[in-house]
């Protein structure tokens, strides 16, 4: 591996079935994802499961909040564990952590902390979908946690093509390493 393992976790950011679902080359990302999974169970780095989920009618969504107020009538008509769960191509393992979070971070609302410092995580390595949203909110708040970070610029999607690429070429590399997954793993 191109980066130190020790004191390291994959994080796999929602890649809910649903999630996965809305994106037109999905395949292509969750081989990504798939191979990034297998390279981290391999070098014993913990692989840790990030989904963004809601109660019933999604009542933790505020009328203020204009980007989750926009999919709360989809929440209506589907239960939450039909919406939180991973896609199969890259589901975990059942010794594996999946942490609910609330809002965009994997922050936001969720224990990750806890379960970081329970296994004296100082590096993440992080995947998801999308890149203007997951990735982009949690490189920013673990940025200011002083986590040392690595993005797996193809193994992360966004609708927006441009914005992805954006993203991972002129934002990431201020606050992460910027690295496919064939380098991470090399």
């Not at 191979?35 to 913990?46: E, L, M, T, V």
């Not at 004296?120 to 992080?126: A, D, E, G």
């Amino acid at each position: 591996m191109s980066n130190n393992k020790d004191n390291t976790a994959l994080l796999v950011m929602d890649m809910q079935a649903p999630i996965v679902g809305m994106l037109p080359e999905s395949a292509a990302i969750t081989a990504k994802v798939a191979q990034a999974i297998a390279s981290a169970r391999q070098n014993n780095i913990p692989v840790i499961y990030v989904v963004v989920g809601f109660r019933q009618g999604a009542p933790e969504i505020s009328a203020n909040n204009k980007g989750f107020m926009t999919s709360k009538p989809m929440f209506a008509n589907i239960s939450p564990a039909d919406f939180t769960a991973i896609h199969p191509t890259v589901a975990p393992l059942e010794n594996e952590c999946v942490v609910i979070k609330r809002r965009v971070s994997a922050f936001s609302g969720s224990d990750l902390e806890v379960i970081l410092r329970a296994f004296n995580i100082q590096h993440l390595v992080l995947t998801g979908i999308a890149t203007s949203g997951v990735v982009l909110s949690t490189v920013r708040e673990a940025s200011d946690k002083d986590y040392r970070l690595t993005v797996l610029s193809d193994a992360c999607a966004d609708r927006d093509e441009e914005v992805h690429r954006v993203l991972n070429e002129k934002v990431f590399p201020r606050q992460a390493d910027v690295l496919t997954v064939a380098q991470w793993t090399a």
